[in-house]
């Protein structure tokens, strides 16, 4: 078995017992990019020289006997969306194509201070907006499973470099999905912490409410593992909870006792892929042999989460994007880039800017926003989706009194082709039916490989649980885990 197919958990035991080299790894996996990231395009920028420079200069102190930290030679990936003093944080968009940070988010200031070899930066939805990891403006990302299909988004990249074996780790973000969505959609464990579990400190914002970064990774002793490397309170982000951090690989083998898996009435329903529907039910029918009480719940109010949704997260990405005016921040249009304050000139900019500098989803979000935020409209849209939130995570709550996990799809359906939802607004935002809820609920889930197509496409098993129950997640997925062989299923080749 080569290095690129070991989990992270496995490389890092040999790092640290003197028989590989940091650099030995690393190299391995930029050849990995080299040989496969032309057809995937899962990587926006790689810095191969800076990557192998840290990776020596970990060797050298790990040689001499230095104190090391937690990933010490571990190489990982990171969404660009996380601001970053060594690179360009672009957010996959015209408007930041030039923008270097002037400080390190918290994220990535933790994965630094942990001895991480950050190999590159990954491809995304411009501004973390989309499903599909097509909005990108700069490359479209692949599915390493079939080249004709997307990974799923916004973290596609991250979860595309995983899947093809370029990365042992990646960070995501996620704000309706975008992590656990291209986690099942490419057969890699993509955890959304609960939110202010993981600091948004240096996140490029979407939606403030929403956001949420998260761990991708090949197994959930991995996920595991990065999770605990960048959770925890951070004074620089006045939505972190200032609460302890449990010490999740510690304790991820040990099984759940009485586990009580809900399963949602709402979430098999019509228009639910059979393929996806008995890969799932299959999937608790393993937690039923391993001592598991599954029980039917409801969750009257998730029929309108979507619509929740896309009223909310426009409305906070039309607020937090009004700063890229080509003044305060972003591009700025070439033939006005001196504008007269005296005249339309100035206006003029903003206008050329903007329009030069958004994609069209993001262009379309932001219209969303505005016009659900614009006044005779605040109180029928925003407000009352506002209370429809609420509503939902009342469900939550009601449903975590009677049980401990709650199992259900990822998608409805496996990876779907490259452009087949690009002209269908309605459609694309449907991908996220199963996954949006946790984000308005704040609550924590996972995907995580749970069958395959008949076509050969990977399927995925979301577990959620209730707030700051991480650990409780992460035991019950590799409970999972163990006890079948999805996730040691390889790619033989790039379709």
């Known amino acids: 078995m080569s290095l690129t197919e070991q989990s992270a958990t496995e490389l890092l035991q040999l790092l640290n017992q003197g028989e590989i080299s940091s650099v030995e790894l690393t190299q391995s996996y930029l050849d990995q990019i080299e040989a496969k990231d032309s057809q995937i395009g899962a990587f926006l920028r790689i810095d191969a020289k800076a990557a192998l420079a840290r990776a020596a200069d970990i060797d050298t102190r790990r040689q001499s006997g230095k104190p090391l930290g937690k990933l010490a030679g571990l190489p990982v990936a990171v969404k660009d969306v996380l601001c970053d003093t060594e690179t360009k944080t672009t957010c996959a968009s015209r ?39 097509e909005n990108s403006a700069f490359q479209i990302t692949r599915n390493p499973w079939d080249l004709e299909r997307a990974p799923g988004g ?3 990249g991250a979860a595309a470099c995983v899947a093809g074996g370029m990365a042992p780790l990646s960070i995501g973000t996620d704000t309706g999905g975008s992590i656990r969505q291209p986690a099942g959609l490419c057969g890699v464990v993509g955890l959304k912490p609960t939110y202010g579990r993981v600091s948004r400190y240096g996140l490029v914002a979407f939606a403030s409410s929403l956001d949420q970064v998260g761990p991708l990774a090949n197994t959930t002793e991995d996920a595991a593992l990065l999770l605990e490397t960048i959770a925890g309170h951070d004074p620089l982000d006045s939505t ?7 010490e999740y690989t510690a304790t991820i083998n040990r099984p759940l006792e009485g586990l009580r898996i809900g399963v949602v009435r709402e979430h098999f329903a019509t228009g639910l892929d059979p393929e996806v529907e008995s890969a799932v039910r299959d999937a608790i029918k393993v937690y039923e042999s391993l001592g598991a009480t599954v029980k039917e719940i409801s969750l009257p109010h998730s029929k309108y989460a979507v619509a929740t949704y896309y009223v909310i997260a426009p409305s906070e990405a039309s607020s937090n994007l009004a700063r890229y005016d080509g003044v305060h921040f972003g591009h700025r249009h070439s033939q006005l880039s001196v504008p007269d304050p005296t005249s339309n000139s100035l206006v003029e900019m903003y206008r050329c800017s903007r329009s030069e500098g958004f994609g069209p989803e993001v262009k379309r979000r932001i219209m969303l926003g505005a016009y659900a935020l614009s006044a005779g409209y605040y109180d029928a849209y925003y407000l009352k989706a506002l209370k429809v939130r609420r509503l939902i995570r009342q469900d939550f709550d009601t449903a975590f009194e009677q049980v401990d996990l709650i199992a259900s799809p990822v998608t409805a359906e496996p990876a779907f082709k490259i452009g087949q939802l690009a002209d269908d607004p309605l459609s694309m935002y449907l ?21 395959f197509s008949s076509s050969g496409l990977p399927i995925g098993l979301q577990l959620q649980a209730k707030p700051l129950a991480e650990e409780t997640l992460l035991r019950g997925a590799h409970m999972y885990q163990k006890a ?3 996730q040691s299923r390889k790619l033989d080749q790039l379709k």
Not at 435 to 449: K, R
Request: glycine letters at 10%; charged letters at 15%; hydrophobic letters at 40%.
């Open 95 to 133: 408007m930041l194509e030039n923008f270097r940070p002037p400080y390190d988010s918290t994220v990535v200031a933790k994965l630094k201070a942990a001895d991480a070899v950050l190999i590159g930066r990954t491809n995304m939805d411009e501004f973390a907006m989309g499903g599909s990891t």
């Open 154 to 156: 916004s973290s596609g």
């Open 240 to 246: 972190s909870l200032d609460v302890p951090v449990p």
């Open 484 to 486: 079948t062989d999805w």
């Open 431 to 451: 991908v996220d039916l199963y996954t949006v809820s946790a984000n308005l609920a704040g609550l924590p889930g996972v995907s995580l490989p749970c069958g």
